[in-house]
């Protein structure tokens, strides 16, 4: 992966963010029965998340995986009594005993990874014999690809965020349906960090496809697709309408005995 389109400019903004929506990714832990001994979160940042988890469920072991060394020395830093690599070939936990938490994770896979990073992230979700998979990310559902709601699009351009559709339409073309539509109202407030959200795919695969992506050596036993209400809250605010279309999935996928 590119580190240098992946750099931050402001790590405490993009950190203090991703805080905000802790307990919404802790959504599985009341919904995992089988045992297991083992949380690796994948993508853990600064570890915030296993900080969070550790004294509320302290008969796990925590691993944090992330692929930035400065993420992984902050973690180490931020959280005790956890183990935390940058490199998964370090990682010697038995898998099948694991649960792999991948929250946020998959949109930065596709936008800043090649077909080969990719492939070789799939494989190790899906092909590594975790226990459980639980998935939280940003996903646009296909079915409600319709052509962008003009009245949205309206309020849009004659709001103050206006120029910020402009720099986002530079980089991904004329907004002409709702998935491209609602793309730009995901990172519209996020203009501290803009060169590295505006270039950010946050729907770079369909719900359908990333269905079509689970094994049969995995079952769903639990999904949920939604609007963060913060969103929508803000878009209220904001332009004074409803977001009413899906914007993230949560999914729990647990190995077949």
């Not at 190790?124 to 003009?150: C, H, L, W």
């Not at 849009?156 to 539509?181: C, H, M, P």
């Not at 993230?248 to 190995?255: D, S």
Request: proline share 4%.
């Amino acid at each position: 992966m590119d580190s240098e389109i992946n750099r931050i400019s402001d790590l405490d903004i993009y950190l203090t963010r991703m805080q905000r929506s802790i307990l919404d990714k802790m959504f599985f832990i009341d919904k995992v029965f089988e045992p297991f001994r083992y949380i690796l979160d994948f993508g853990c940042a600064n570890g915030e998340l296993i900080k969070a988890m550790k004294p509320m469920f302290p008969n796990y072991e925590y691993i944090g995986y992330d692929i930035s060394p400065e993420m992984i020395a902050a973690a180490r830093e931020n959280v005790s009594g956890a183990r935390f690599y940058d490199d998964w070939s370090k990682i010697d936990i038995p898998f099948e005993e694991s649960l792999i938490n991948i929250s946020s994770t998959i949109h930065e896979v596709y936008s800043y990874g090649s077909e080969k990073d990719i492939d070789i992230f799939w494989d190790r979700v899906f092909g590594s014999g975790f226990r459980y998979v639980t998935i939280r990310d940003m996903m646009f559902p296909q079915a409600e690809n319709i052509p962008a709601r003009k009245e949205q699009l309206e309020a849009i351009r004659n709001s103050s965020y206006a120029e910020w559709l402009e720099s986002f339409e530079d980089v991904w073309g004329k907004t002409e349906n709702q998935r491209q539509l609602v793309h730009f109202l995901l990172k519209y407030k996020y203009t501290q960090n803009w060169d590295r959200e505006v270039h950010e795919n946050y729907f770079p695969i369909f719900t359908e496809d990333l269905l079509k992506r689970i094994p049969d050596t995995y079952r769903l036993v639990f999904s949920d697709a939604f609007t963060l209400p913060y969103t929508s809250w803000q878009i209220r605010k904001d332009l004074g309408f409803e977001l009413t279309e899906h914007t993230h999935i949560k999914l729990i996928l647990e190995k077949i005995i």
